[in-house]
């Protein structure tokens, strides 16, 4: 098989570019095509030598600004890369690289993080957030009523979709009609280990952005007297720290290399958002930390409650306060922990997404024969 890779636009190392690191080394040969790449904020992490980017990679500023280009320009980008040539195209996607044509005895497997967000049900945050004034605001939901139309067309175009949990599948049937098989995204859980002790702080690890409501955990951790540590960085870093106390401590951009310590010396993993999966609460279970989840998302399917944490059910101080007397007062067996999080291995997403393209795979050349 000749396969390709397309992902949406790296400029930022998150989960979703974990995901493809993997596909990458699943599939050793196989050229990854992108819209832009950034290559001051992904430090090396891919090898540029695979990496077929864009014309939107020579627009100037494109690279930092892409999100605020219009957005008739990206669908317009992807769908001229010209992929006649592989046998198989295999698209991780939280937005238009599953819009990609293909040739008819191409085999289009997509791996959707999340329908188009801001297109559906985010689109009126999107709406606030990205133009709050002026004319931009009065003609943004016009753009994105177009956008609307070409994301579902485009997510018609793949033969097989998979998705990360059963919360995304449910929401890529609602809006693209289509059925979608759960593979985990993988877990790099050999890079941690267990410590039975803590260091009595609690630990956030997260993108500094307002729907991860970090200031609860602020506002909660302030108020109970109990140390909080967070790691990350974003546009509301500023804001947090004007709220934050002597019990709060930000640590900044952390190297996954010196993540594990901070895990292992902590109480547990503060999860106070919905997400659609949450990759931290099972590098939490990895080194044997229990997690205090929101009861929303993706966290409903990688916390078991009374195993690996507890949930609250509001995102309101008295909820959270009242999850973390409930886990200060239960002990939480770190080998139990851990081995819920095995389950989520990196080599065990990759024999699954295999298992599926070789499979799928075989099907199409028999059909076609």
Request: proline share 5%; with cysteine.
């Amino acid at each position: 098989m000749r396969v390709a890779l397309i992902h949406d636009y790296l400029t930022h190392f998150g989960g979703a570019e974990r995901v493809l690191n993997a596909l990458m080394d699943l599939y050793p040969n196989a050229p990854v095509y992108t819209l832009v790449y950034d290559k001051e904020r992904m430090e090396k992490r891919f090898d540029e030598s695979r990496l077929r980017t864009s014309w939107l990679q020579k627009i100037p500023g494109a690279r930092r600004a892409h999100r605020y280009y219009p957005l008739a320009l990206m669908p317009l980008a992807v769908e001229q890369f010209d992929l006649r040539q592989y046998d198989v195209v295999l698209s991780a996607s939280h937005s238009f690289s599953k819009g990609v044509i293909t040739a008819p005895g191409t085999l289009h497997i997509t791996y959707c993080f999340t329908p188009t967000r801001y297109a559906w049900d985010d689109s009126h945050r999107y709406v606030r957030e990205f133009s709050p004034r002026g004319m931009m605001r009065g003609l943004a939901p016009a753009a994105l009523s177009y956008l609307r139309m070409w994301d579902y067309a485009a997510a018609q175009r793949a033969d097989v979709y998979l998705t990360l949990s059963e919360y995304v599948a449910r929401r890529i049937a609602k809006y693209y009609h289509r059925q979608a098989r759960v593979i985990p995204p993988p877990v790099d859980v050999e890079a941690f280990s267990v410590r039975q002790d803590h260091d009595d702080y609690y630990l956030i690890v997260s993108r500094l952005v307002p729907y991860k409501r970090i200031e609860l955990a602020i506002q909660v951790s302030e108020k109970m007297g109990r140390k909080l540590k967070i790691v990350g960085t974003g546009p509301e870093e500023e804001l947090l720290r004007r709220q934050a106390g002597k019990w709060t401590e930000f640590l900044g951009f952390v190297a996954d290399e010196k993540l594990p310590k901070l895990y292992q010396g902590a109480r547990a993993l503060l999860f106070p958002q919905e997400e659609d999966f949450g990759i931290t609460p099972l590098e939490a279970a990895a080194s044997g930390k229990p997690t205090v989840a929101f009861r929303a998302g993706g966290a409903l399917e990688t916390v078991r409650e009374g195993e690996t944490g507890v949930f609250f059910d509001q995102q309101s101080a008295e909820s959270l306060i009242a999850a973390l007397g409930e886990l200060e007062s239960r002990r939480w067996p770190a080998k139990v922990i851990r081995e819920h999080a095995l389950r989520y291995r990196r080599s065990a997403f990759m024999e699954a997404i295999d298992e599926v393209v070789q499979r799928e795979w075989e099907n199409k050349v028999l059909h076609w024969a």
